[in-house]
């Protein structure tokens, strides 16, 4: 039996693999895959197709397909394609090497490539390849190393410590007694404490992290020019990371030939979210084409201290602080739900195009600012009926710990949140809302603080 029909795991959307943001990112460094809103998309991969849904919805006249090797996993995934009555979205019980022909404009591998036998990680790159579009390119995520050192040290010993050929629950059982038994321990070695803290770390996460990641049979990280060598191999090229980040500087990363792979080792680097295209495309970095796509804030205005400063942050928690008051001017415009054009951002804070051109390129590469390839299509307000996304209601009305948003960021919810969600028909008003949340035994005192809360995440559809 397939370990995914045995244990499923929880897929979610992952905000770097929508061709809002893999087109702007591959715009970025001069790939053009073209229109997002009529994008062909593959995901190798892709589980309970819960990555892909938001998509489908968000895209109408796009195309999407996922495939996966475990059948159960696929069932569950049509059931939410049924219900939400999606034609544009296909999901199959395939494995990889029969995916369509294409071509595909985003090939999607997230959370597949180290968790697979080498020669299925082949597969992958020779798949990528072969569907791909001349102008088209792949998300392809991977454990890496050195990051992975001490996370592999813990999955070493779990594996040596559960009896592999038993059911998944009974291995996981044995797994979080030891994992108990090192949180609780207090080491006085350094590197025993690195193991201890990850054990901490893994105690948290679900079932379905811990069994796939740390006891299944197969996961490989590697180091940066490793893999970016095997994707030379299958004939493709490492494009970049999905996340923009600034490279780390210092006289151990300059005096180095490959600076990415020191930036890797001098930070730890556990996880890469890197983008592919076919071998002679793409450029560096390339800030002017910014331009042209939208940008949408990741940090809210917090205030201005008494030496002028201004803060910006994301839950409560400052990330910068500024005292220019164009850089100021433009985070503070773009604190909302959704996004601005460049040049509309440039008339509103009436500053010089080139220097903010340089501002809001150090800010994508910081991560305080994201580029989109178009509006995310998320309202900045409620109408005098509103209405939920679909999706976000489909899956709160399944009992979902989770909902999507047009941001395609998974939105944690607690039941209150979902019987709101529910009730989001576009059928009456907020005062009839209270009053039906009311009558049927929940608490409404905080449903206008709800309800704003769902509209800075993206819950409701611009126009609806």
Known sequence: MDLYDALPYGTKPSRATHPDRAFAVARLHGVDPGDVGSARVLELGCGTGLNLLPMAAALPHAELVGVDTSAVQIGMGRAHVEALGLTNLTLDALDLREAPAGPFDLVVAHGLWSWVPPDVQEAVFDTVKRVLAPQGVAFVSWNALPGWRVRGTVRDLLRRHVAPDTPPRAQLHAARELLSLWVASEPSDPFAELVRQEAVRL?????????HDYLAPHNEPVYLDTFRARAKAGGLALLGEAELQTAPEGPLVDGCLDRALAGDVLTGRAFHRSLLCHEGQGNAFQPEALGELWLRGRVVAMGQDA???????????PRLTTQNPQLASALAAMSGPGALRFGDLAAMVQGEGAELLRLMS?????GFVE????????????????????????LAEEGSPWVPSLHHEPIAVDG???????????????????????????????????????????LFVDGV
Do not use: N, Y
């Open 371 to 394: 580029p989109l390839a178009r509006a995310p299509g998320a309202a900045m307000q409620l109408g005098p009926l509103p209405q939920a996304w679909a999706p976000a209601r489909h």
């Open 362 to 366: 150090a800010c994508v590469l910081h």
């Open 307 to 317: 030496s002028g400063s201004f803060a910006f942050g994301r839950g409560g928690e």
């Open 416 to 458: 209150f949140d979902r019987a709101l969600l529910v009730a989001l028909d576009g059928a009456c008003d907020q005062g009839t809302l209270v009053a039906r949340l009311a009558a049927g035994g929940h608490g409404v005192a905080t449903v206008p603080e709800r309800l704003l809360a769902m509209v800075e995440a993206g």
């Open 203 to 211: 105690a948290g996460k679900g079932d379905d992290t811990l069994f």
